[in-house]
T-cell receptor
Framework: EDKVVQSPLSLVVHEGDTVTLNCSYE??????LLWYKQEKKAPTFLFML????IEKKSGRLSSILDKKELFSILNITATQTGDSAIYLC??????????????FGQGTTLQVKP | KAGVTQTPRYLIKTRGQQVTLSCSPI?????VSWYQQTPGQGLQFLFE???????NKGNFPGRFSGRQFSNSRSEMNVSTLELGDSALYLC??????????FGSGTRLTVV
């Protein structure tokens, strides 16, 4: 059965700290891995990764994929209280049985204290 | 451009009742997927519609159903509600592979 596992499940840091969120997956017919940030309700898109070793960056956030070891990390540097949220990792697979479907991890709840 | 719109935002229903939730995708998006989010199970895939056809379905009982209209708007229906159906129901629309945009969800509480 396809699965996505995130760690840690929760994390408390102070402003200015750097955090690393982990996502490992066991998914047949992998197509892409996506990261989302969920603050209130709507998950908002952060990154989509399809190729190993290519870092994607957006401001203080960056992410990389390792397709050999089947994991991805999301880094947040110089954290701010506004980074407090649930970070979701999801994998999309190819094939008719996977059409339109994302397989999500449990999420990592990040709390950034002032 | 307008995002994905879900209505209603909140809903309280009694066990045994049925409920219909609505999702209007981003203009031009023809694929709509539905997810159930609970604290214990996280986000779980319900089903996906494309051009009025259900292309994929998750492991949920038959009480959960959906449909899509010619304008790509989608509805999901849950019949004979159970307490365990209390959740945040999210829909996502997509134009192409990997480009999923989520709505703000409908918070359903079953009492």
């Amino acid at each position: 059965e396809d699965k996505v596992v995130q760690s840690p499940l929760s994390l408390v840091v102070h402003e200015g700290d750097t955090v690393t969120l982990n996502c490992s997956y066991e998914v047949t017919n992998f197509r892409s891995l996506l990261w989302y940030k969920q603050e209130k309700k709507a998950p908002t898109f952060l990154f989509m990764l399809t190729s190993s070793g290519i870092e994607k960056k957006s401001g203080r956030l960056s992410s990389i994929l390792d397709k050999k070891e089947l994991f991805s990390i999301l880094n947040i540097t110089a954290t701010q209280t506004g980074d407090s949220a649930i970070y979701l990792c999801a994998v999309e697979a190819t094939g008719s049985s996977n059409t339109g479907k994302l397989i999500f991890g449990q999420g990592t709840t990040l709390q950034v204290k002032p | 451009k307008a995002g994905v719109t879900q209505t209603p935002r909140y809903l309280i229903k009694t066990r045994g009742q049925q409920v219909t939730l609505s999702c209007s995708p981003i203009s031009g998006h023809r694929s709509v997927s539905w997810y159930q989010q609970t604290p214990g199970q996280g986000l779980q895939f319900l089903f996906e519609y494309f051009s009025e056809t259900q292309r994929n379905k998750g492991n949920f009982p038959g009480r959960f159903s959906g449909r899509q209209f010619s304008n790509s708007r989608s509805e999901m229906n849950v019949s004979t509600l159970e307490l365990g159906d209390s959740a945040l129901y999210l829909c996502a629309s997509s134009l192409a592979v990997g480009g999923y945009t989520f709505g703000s969800g409908t918070r359903l509480t079953v009492v």
